[in-house]
């Protein structure tokens, strides 16, 4: 049984996917082949760090080798997506001391920060990688705990054929401006409003 509202959404749907199909034209000038893209995550909204771990299984599924650099968790952290990272032989570092509003040290938190970034400036200027994710790594950016000038310099210089992943709030205008994707997820709503707490599985 359908009801008018469904029957209405259905036939409105019909004639614009109908226009759509009639209406479609490829592109032109679209390039071929494989180019590195920089592509951020950023706004308020849930599943950043969720789009970038879809993207590494969708390269790792397609042969590419992937790592993540997670910049606010810790080293020892066994949240759901570092087991099947683990299962899947997929690397990642944590290199941070949690999340900034529990430091009880912000200065150490600014060094492993800076700490963590030559890490993974190490991995983007050795080329090994065909993929890798800079989680949360726009907090550095904005605290000015890492410098944007070197961050720029050493994208530009990666391998033209790398992919970068840059996720968490607030991404900084030049990092936009940089960027060949960028995607700001904003929240419509969020069970921690209605006093629910984080479900494992679904936030760690």
């Known amino acids: 049984m359908t009801d008018d509202l469904t029957r209405q959404r259905r036939e409105a749907a019909m004639r614009e996917l109908t ?79 949690g999340w900034t509003w529990r430091s009880k040290d912000l200065e150490n938190s600014a060094e492993m920060a800076a700490h963590g970034w030559a890490l993974a400036r190490e991995a983007i200027e050795g ?33 033209p054929r790398m992919h970068v992943v840059i996720t968490g709030r607030d991404a900084i205008p030049e990092l936009v401006a940089l960027a060949d994707t960028v995607s700001e997820i904003q929240p419509v709503k969020h069970a921690y409003e209605q006093g629910i707490g984080g479900q494992q599985g679904i936030e760690y």
Do not use: C
């Not at 989680?135 to 391998?159: C, I, M, Q, S």
């Open 19 to 97: 226009e759509q199909r009639d209406n479609y034209r490829k592109k032109e000038g679209i390039s071929k082949g494989r180019r590195g893209l920089l592509i951020v995550n950023t706004g308020k909204g849930k599943g950043k760090t969720t789009a970038a771990l879809g993207l590494m299984l969708r390269a790792h599924g397609r042969g590419l080798k992937v790592k993540m650099f997670q910049f606010l968790k810790h080293d020892t952290a066994k949240f759901g997506e570092h087991r099947t990272l683990d299962m899947l032989e997929i690397p990642y570092q944590g290199l941070g001391d």
């Open 127 to 159: 080329g090994e990688y065909d993929l890798i994710v800079l989680d949360e790594f726009t907090y550095p950016l904005k605290y000015g705990w890492v410098a944007w000038p070197d961050v720029e310099a050493v994208l530009k210089a990666r391998d």
